[in-house]
């Protein structure tokens, strides 16, 4: 298990002037889940994840790994606390002048495992991330997403028990995200390693994660089940990020808007026309999204009811009584 404690991280820019980049993180990561920690650019995610393995030195707080402080131990102690934590990054950085091979090689060669057992090693690793025919090329001969796929072979070579992916997609096209995402998944699945992903996206967030925390502004905004924040997100930053596609309906209106949230027992059901019947009053969908998480289609969609207040009255009564999450919206 992962678990932060009272982490805060502190740059000094100089002429006296600090910026916080962290302030009291406080999250618990659990052995074989796959947690997304989610946030606008310059939120401090990504320090955030530098401070896990302590490439980046927390100014306050604990960094546990399986209950040992990481913060700590001694330089010789925490490179090899280190081998049980692989990491992945937006850029790839892979060594340009070896091959394929020779960068899965590469940590191995660092740990001191025999030549012969660390090729045996790294094409078992290839083979698993579907480029085993490429192990004799260049980075540069290769796509991104081959690329990607020698650096989650490389994070794996020392057999970690966390991977830490630091905004592992976002250079990367939809479909070869998708096929990064389904392989970091069969990753934790088939391995049972803890992955920990670093994103701006929320579709990287729903595709594969179980719980996720909001980062906003060096602190923790909020934290749960990615179905429960996606259905009812609490925090101004979370509503941003998870309801951003809302912003192709109209902004400003006249008449009164609900947001119906759709929590994966209702998505199915004719919500709409059963409500219609059920009031005998017409409502304008002004728009609608669905997701899948975690195998189950989770919603929102925003309706605009009529201007009777009565009727408006009866469809939060009916909803209220039929347990459909809904939240008043207000026109900008």
Not at 212 to 221: G, K, L, P, T, W
Not at 287 to 303: E, N, W
Request: with cysteine.
């Amino acid at each position: 298990m992962i678990e932060l404690r009272h982490l805060s991280k502190t740059y000094d820019v100089g002429s006296g002037r600090a910026v916080t980049a962290l302030q009291d993180i406080n999250l618990k990561i659990e052995d074989g889940e796959i947690f997304g920690i989610i946030g606008l650019s310059g939120a401090g995610k990504s320090t955030l994840v530098r401070c896990i393995n302590l490439l980046e030195r927390p100014t306050q707080g604990e960094v546990l790994i399986d209950g040992k402080d990481l913060t700590q131990l001694s330089h010789k102690q925490l490179l090899l606390a280190r081998r049980s934590i692989g990491m992945i990054f937006q850029d790839f950085n892979l060594l340009e002048q070896r091959t394929v091979l020779k960068n899965v090689l590469f940590p191995l060669e660092l740990a001191g495992v025999k030549r012969a057992d660390a090729v045996a090693r790294a094409r078992e690793l290839l083979q698993m991330v579907g480029i085993a025919d490429k192990e004799q090329m260049y980075p540069s001969q290769l796509s991104g997403g081959q690329k990607q796929r020698v650096a989650i072979a490389r994070a794996l070579a020392n057999e970690p028990r966390y991977l830490l992916c630091d905004e592992a997609t976002s250079a990367l096209d939809p479909n070869t995200t998708q096929q990064i995402l389904e392989l970091l998944q069969r990753i934790n699945t088939q391995l049972g390693v803890t992955i920990i992903v670093i994103t701006h996206e929320m579709r990287v967030i729903d595709r594969i994660c179980t719980r996720v925390a909001v980062i906003d502004q060096s602190c923790i905004a909020e934290c749960g089940r990615v179905s429960d924040v996606f259905v009812n997100p609490k925090s101004p930053i979370a509503q941003e990020l998870i309801l951003q596609k809302d912003r192709r309906a109209p902004q400003k209106f006249s008449g009164k808007r609900i947001r119906l949230a759709f929590d994966g027992t209702t998505t199915t059901r004719p919500v709409i026309s059963d409500l219609v019947l059920a009031c005998q009053a017409p409502v304008n969908i002004i728009f609608a999204d669905t997701r899948d998480v975690g195998g189950v289609i989770y919603g929102h969609m925003i309706v605009e009811l009529p201007e009777d207040k009565r009727q408006q009255e009866k469809i939060k009564s009916w909803l209220e009584a039929n347990q459909i999450h809904f939240k008043e919206e207000e026109s900008a």
